[in-house]
């Protein structure tokens, strides 16, 4: 019900720094969590990080530290700051909407994704 695309991914140093975004089609105000996941070649898709309609966040033990999600309900965006990156930081990273409350079933709506690749 909700097209998510995202941009900003691309070739980054060890070290380095990116920041993704993912723009919805229509008001995200409303959805209750936003999330980011990542899929590395050969291994499941993993939930990196979550941000709630109130800002609360959630982190993967293993970006803790390093990225920053936030989410701007003017612009319809949901982004993730990514700093200090690793070579295992490299995925194709999804946009994630759950627009489920209590009561409700409905799929989650997910974006294309966008390849992040850190290596020298």
């Known amino acids: 019900q909700v097209q998510l695309v995202e941009s900003g991914g691309g070739l980054v140093q060890p070290g380095g720094s990116l920041r993704v975004a993912c723009a919805a089609s229509?008001?995200?105000?409303?959805?209750?969590?936003m999330g980011w996941y990542r899929q590395a070649p050969g291994k499941q898709r993993e939930l990196v990080a979550s941000i709630t309609r109130s800002g609360s966040a959630t982190y993967a033990d293993s970006v803790k530290g390093r990225f920053t999600i936030s989410r701007d309900n003017t612009k319809n965006t949901v982004y993730l700051q990514m700093n200090s990156l690793k070579p295992e930081d490299t995925a194709v990273y999804y946009c994630?909407?759950?627009?489920?409350?209590?009561?409700?079933?409905?799929?989650?709506?997910w974006g294309q994704g966008t390849q992040v690749t850190v290596s020298s």
């Open positions: 229509r008001s995200i105000f409303s959805i209750p969590t």
């Open positions: 994630n909407a759950n627009r489920n409350y209590p009561g409700t079933y409905y799929p989650p709506d």
